[in-house]
């Protein structure tokens, strides 16, 4: 193509090398504010990764029930666990043709993030298979935690030890991640604990056959009206930020945010890179550069630092994601390769955005004051 | 070539009005080289910038190869710079992160010319003796050869005429008179008309004429 049109080629060249010698002209500059568009996409791009980790996660550990199906209180919200209703319903549940296992849950919060499930251990190591246990076993006493590897390390406990998580449990056994929850309590002892008596969340159905399954969920659905009830696949599938009012509109602001820093960033360097060059755009101007031409130069200039961001910001998501591994293990972190385009075009557009001002200023500029300029 | 009849150009410094030029008459014929002198606030500037297309005329008529100034949009104007008009200044105005090459490549590029090729030029740059000095950025480069490289740029394009703001201003004895001696050249053997603002009447002695400004006026 090239070959063809040397001229264009050329001529390009030429540009993106006066944009690319202005960039080394500065570096530190040139660094600092590709720098901070790298923080605005790994704001992003760290947020959506948490945001699809977690929820990921808690599709994975409800895939590790074992279950089939799951009915939860009339009213409840896809991630909203907590919510009661009568543990008498899972009596009904059991009694419905083709149901093979039904054990309600009682998921206590206990602040942050963090909550426990309380378990009959025995009708929950039915459906699911069982616990494998890294330390330690069992309940075997009303106070006993259980809980997976991953809260072990982030508290760094052990087997036979004490944690105080609002009441002081003794933790039974470490298992291994991926079944329902963290942290396991005999569910009895937290409904006395928190004054949930006869209380559970949700009720995990097992069929006895996978056949039978659009059966056991059509029963249920008839028998226990206004109650939510699905099948596993289809709660998973309901996972994700889209379901989730809350968590859009706070992506939504981080990203306004990131567009925000960005203008801000890009604005602030590029209206001291312009002030800076008033010689040099008289220059242009005397040579009969017109105003497009000169503002093409610095949004060139801009496109490049966006560019170079996103890269970076890409580059340091993988940091922040070691970072959240290492300090806030329980808050599995991805990444999302589908949003670095969706970064990258954000980082651009905030960062066009905050060069328009300055570009418009040097294309207007008045060449016999900017040749004067010192 | 260049036909100037009764112009006039009034700067607005706040609430004064500052007179820059007051009634300047000047034929430049093609090939002329013609040096103008004269004090600091003579208007010798304000004529150059004129004629330049950096800034309009306040009134009086000015052709420049026919094509009348005081009627030009911005937009004229600065086709008028790309295509007619050739800068040589005083501090080189050279682009410091491009080198020397480039510096004279982007003129043609802004005049959206080829910039690869032009056998014309070629001999351009040996007359200016700058060849070996192209791949250089300006801060490698000597006074003289920054001027050099400046002179280049301003012909590139073939302009109508080349308009030089004391091109020895910032330079010693030696390189003052290769410089002029240059502009004598492209002027002879090119044809290229040249007008150039001094101070120095030494100078100002390589042009075919010397036009001496005063209070806005030209006075000889």
């Known amino acids: 193509m ?28 040139t660094l600092l504010s590709a720098l901070a568009i790298g923080v605005q996409v790994t704001m992003i791009l760290t947020l959506v990764g948490v945001s699809q980790g977690m929820l990921h996660d808690v599709a994975m550990r409800s895939r590790g029930t074992g279950a089939d199906i799951l009915v939860r209180p009339p009213g409840s919200s ?7 209703m ?24 206990i602040g942050e993030l963090d909550s426990i499930t309380g378990i009959h251990l025995d009708e929950f190591n039915a459906m699911s298979g069982g616990f494998h246990y890294l330390e330690g076993g069992p309940f075997t006493g009303p106070n006993d935690l259980i809980v997976d590897e991953v809260y072990a390390r982030s508290k760094n406990i052990h087997a036979g030890q004490s944690i105080n998580i609002g009441l002081t449990w003794r933790v039974a056994g470490v298992v291994e991640q991926g079944k329902l929850s963290r942290m396991f309590a005999e569910i009895e002892s937290l409904q006395d604990k928190y004054s949930a008596k006869d209380k559970i969340s949700v009720i995990y159905v097992k069929a006895d056959a996978s056949a039978n399954i659009p059966e056991v969920l059509g029963e ?5 009206l206004d109650y939510k009830i699905y099948t596993v696949e289809e709660f998973v599938s309901l996972i994700s930020v889209d379901n989730i009012p809350i968590l859009q509109r706070f992506i939504g602001v981080v990203i306004g945010l990131a567009v925000v820093v960005g203008f801000l960033v890009v604005f602030l360097s590029m209206y001291t890179a312009v002030l800076e060059r008033t010689r040099e755009i008289g220059i242009l101007k005397a040579l009969g550069a017109s105003p497009g031409y000169i503002l093409g130069i610095l949004l060139r200039e801009t496109t490049l630092l966006a ?33 670095w385009p969706w970064a990258g075009v954000i980082a651009l557009v905030g960062s066009l955005i905050g060069a328009l001002y300055p570009g418009f200023k040097a294309a207007r500029q008045d060449p016999i004051e900017a040749l004067a300029y010192d | ?40 606030g ?6 150059f910038h004129i004629l330049g297309g950096l800034t309009p005329p306040t009134s009086g008529t000015i052709h420049i190869d026919g094509r009348d100034l005081l009627k030009m949009t911005d937009r004229e104007r600065t086709e008028l710079r790309k295509t007619a008009v050739g800068f040589v200044f005083q501090k080189y105005n050279l682009l410091p992160t491009l080198t020397a090459a480039d510096n004279i490549a982007i003129a043609r590029d802004i005049a959206g010319r080829n910039v690869e090729s032009d056998p014309q030029f070629d001999e351009i740059l040996n007359l200016l ?19 050099r490289v400046a002179i280049a740029r301003a012909i590139v394009n073939h302009p109508a005429i080349l308009l030089a703001d004391e091109p020895t201003g910032n330079l010693d004895t030696e390189n003052s008179n290769a410089v002029l001696r240059l502009l004598r050249d492209l002027n002879d053997r090119l044809g290229q008309t040249i007008l150039m603002i001094t101070h120095n009447p030494e100078a100002a002695s390589y042009g075919h004429r010397i036009v001496k400004m005063r209070d806005g006026r030209i006075v000889e």
């Not at chain 1, 996103?310 to 991805?334: D, H, K, N, Q, W």
């Not at chain 2, 003579?42 to 004529?47: A, D, N, R, V």
């Open chain 2, 129 to 147: 003796g700058i060849r070996t000095r192209l791949h250089h950025k300006p801060r490698a480069l000597s006074g003289g050869e920054q001027q």
């Open chain 1, 307 to 339: 560019v170079a961001g996103t890269i970076a910001g890409i580059c340091m998501t993988y940091g922040t994601r070691s970072l959240m591994g290492a300090f806030v293990p329980t808050m599995t972190t991805e990444i999302v390769y589908g949003w």
């Open chain 2, 42 to 47: 003579s208007g010798k500037s304000t004529l």
């Open chain 1, 220 to 224: 249920l659905k008839q028998k226990l």
């Open chain 1, 78 to 84: 896809i991630l909203g666990f907590s919510g009661n």
């Open chain 1, 2 to 29: 090239c070959a063809i049109q040397r001229t264009a080629c050329y001529t390009n060249g030429l540009v993106y090398r006066l944009v690319l010698e202005n960039l080394k002209h500065r570096p530190v500059r």
């Open chain 2, 1 to 40: 070539m260049i036909e100037i009849r009764d112009l006039t150009k009034v700067y607005h410094v706040g609430e004064v009005d500052v007179h820059a030029l007051r009634g300047v008459d000047l034929s430049v014929t093609r090939g002329e080289f013609v040096a103008v002198i004269g004090p600091s």
């Open chain 1, 86 to 109: 009568p543990e008498k319903i899972v009596s009904v549940v059991r009694a419905a043709p083709h149901v093979a296992l039904a054990t309600g849950t009682l998921v206590q919060p």
